[in-house]
């Protein structure tokens, strides 16, 4: 099992930017189909992106298409989610989620390991 530690939220204005970086220990990277979903207080997990393990395919959800970016460096066992046009409506905390089976999905419940989650808040 891997874990995960998440970084590189903070605040924002609107319009700004922001990269998060997801470190993975304990597995090797190649292995996991890698994503990242977001809570806001009182709202369920939703699902942002994911990318497989060989980064050949990615999947976004609609709401952050066009302005967000996954991408993975397996060689640091890292992932990232770069942030461009931030609304305020992006505010959340961001969660890191990995997947041993190879197939990008949706759905929180298939992912295996979790990070703590690192909280972005954009300001208007």
């Known amino acids: 099992q891997v874990q995960l530690v998440e970084s590189g939220g903070g605040l924002v204005q609107a319009g700004g930017s922001l990269r998060l970086s997801c470190a993975a220990s304990g597995g090797t990277l190649t292995n996991y189909v890698m994503a990242w979903f977001r809570q806001a207080p009182g709202k369920e997990r939703e699902f942002v992106a994911a990318?497989?393990?060989?980064?050949?395919?990615?999947s976004y959800a609609d709401s952050v298409k066009g302005r967000f970016t996954i991408s993975r460096d397996n060689a640091k066992n890292t992932v990232y989610l770069q942030m461009n046009s931030l609304k305020p409506e992006d505010t959340a905390i961001y969660y890191c989620?990995?997947?041993?089976?190879?197939?990008?999905?949706?759905?929180?419940?298939?992912?295996?390991?979790w990070g703590q989650g690192t909280q972005v808040t954009v300001s208007s």
């Open positions: 990318i497989s393990r060989s980064a050949s395919s990615t």
């Open positions: 989620a990995s997947r041993i089976l190879p197939t990008i999905t949706t759905y929180s419940g298939a992912y295996g390991s």
